[in-house]
Nanobody
């Protein structure tokens, strides 16, 4: 089993910054992709940033040039640095990790999907 623990959310004024962290622990052989999603009430969860195991990153258009995703493979941790925050960034932020649990599963291409518990980010105007 894999556990993801998020931290770093909170209340911040517009144009301020926050840094989210998400640490994975448990039965992990190889983490492939690490992502951040966000969700507001009544809307679907939205993918906003992705980092592959080769450190390739992609971003949703509304966060490009403001948010930076990074990862520390020695700590199985993914980060989201959020700068120049806007009120419309207010949401619950979730990390997502896609990983194999063993060498055998990795060879077979069995990749499981894990979610963090979510952390609230509120940006005041």
């Amino acid at each position: 089993q894999v556990q993801l623990v998020e931290s770093g959310g909170g209340l911040v004024q517009a144009v301020g910054s926050l840094r989210l962290s998400c640490a994975a622990s448990g039965t992990i052989f190889s983490i492939k992709v690490m992502c951040w999603y966000r969700q507001t009430p009544g809307k679907e969860r939205e993918l906003i940033a992705v980092i592959s195991n080769s450190l390739t990153t992609t971003y949703e258009d509304s966060v490009k040039c403001r948010f930076t995703i990074s990862r520390d493979n020695t700590k199985n941790t993914v980060y989201l640095q959020m700068n120049n925050l806007k009120p419309e960034d207010t949401a619950v932020y979730y990390c997502n990790v896609r990983a194999s649990a063993s060498a055998l599963q990795d060879r077979r291409g069995v990749i499981s999907n894990y979610w963090g518990q979510g952390t609230q980010v509120t940006v005041s105007s």
